[in-house]
């Protein structure tokens, strides 16, 4: 079974910066895409970015597209995401998701991803 788990959240003022990371752990399919999601406060949970480990293709929600960037780590399974320029919007429970193959037809869709952390809380003050 793949866990998957992601840290990183917490306080942050309008205009700043933080870093999610994501290890999804148990892998066992040689092509598997991770993205990030987020659910804002008595919202519907969306996609924010998707990536394909094979070659790092990417896939923003517009609007972050510009102030977001995901990254793959080193060890297989593991995910950043740098946010920056943070906006009260951007408070949310942020998820880390996987699922084997390419983002590519699942993202940006929420119900076709099979695995998922527990989310990490990002909270933005005005």
């Known amino acids: 079974r793949v866990q998957v788990l992601e840290s990183g959240g917490g306080l ?20 598997y895409a991770m993205a990030w999601f987020r659910q804002p406060p008595g919202k519907e ?3 924010v970015v998707c990536i394909d480990d094979s070659r790092g293709r990417t896939y923003y ?4 597209k ?3 960037t995901i ?10 995401l740098e ?4 906006k009260p919007e951007d408070t949310a429970l942020y998820f880390c998701a996987e699922v084997d193959g390419i983002c590519s037809p ?4 929420v ?7 527990q989310g990490t809380q990002v909270t933005v003050s005005s």
């Open 12 to 31: 942050v003022q309008a205009g700043g910066s933080l870093r999610l990371s994501c290890t999804a752990s148990g892998l066992t399919s040689d092509a």
């Open 45 to 47: 949970r969306e996609a």
């Open 61 to 64: 929600r517009v609007s972050v």
């Open 66 to 68: 510009d102030r977001f």
């Open 71 to 80: 990254s793959r780590g080193h060890a297989r399974g593991t995910i950043y």
């Open 83 to 86: 946010m920056k320029n943070l």
């Open 106 to 109: 699942s993202w940006p869709n």
């Open 111 to 117: 119900d076709t991803w099979p695995y998922w952390g």
